[in-house]
């Protein structure tokens, strides 16, 4: 059983940055596939960014450039570097993990919410 718990949310203005953590418990953090989704008000989740075990990454392109998606192992935590927020990236931030068994994503977080003004 893993349990995710996203912080690290809050309210920038544009232009501005902040980073999101994502802490796990469990002891096999290092062996799922983990992402990051947000959804805005009235719109359907979407993935922002993924990491793989070994640490290739992938983004949306709303976000490339922008943010970056990165794990510590050790310490059982991914983070969300964004930087050069805009106000649509306004939403609900969630992280996720996915057994590299799975087809579906296993464990999710609560979710942070981050609001970016203009």
């Known amino acids: 059983q893993v349990q995710l718990v996203e912080s690290g949310g809050g309210f920038v203005q544009a232009g501005g940055s902040l980073r999101l953590s994502c802490a796990a418990s469990?002891?096999?953090?290092?062996?799922?596939?983990m992402y990051w989704f947000r959804q805005a008000p009235g719109k359907q989740r979407e993935l922002v960014a993924a990491?793989?075990?070994?640490?290739?990454?992938n983004y949306a392109d709303s976000v490339k450039g922008r943010f970056t998606i990165s794990r510590d192992n050790a310490k059982k935590i991914q983070y969300l570097q964004m930087n050069s927020l805009k106000p649509e990236d306004t939403a609900v931030y969630y992280c996720?993990?996915?057994?590299?068994?799975?087809?579906?994503?296993?464990?999710w977080g609560q979710g942070t919410q981050v609001t970016v003004s203009s």
């Open positions: 469990g002891r096999t953090f290092s062996s799922y596939f």
């Open positions: 996720a993990a996915r057994g590299s068994g799975s087809v579906t994503y296993d464990y």
């Open positions: 990491i793989t075990t070994g640490g290739s990454t």
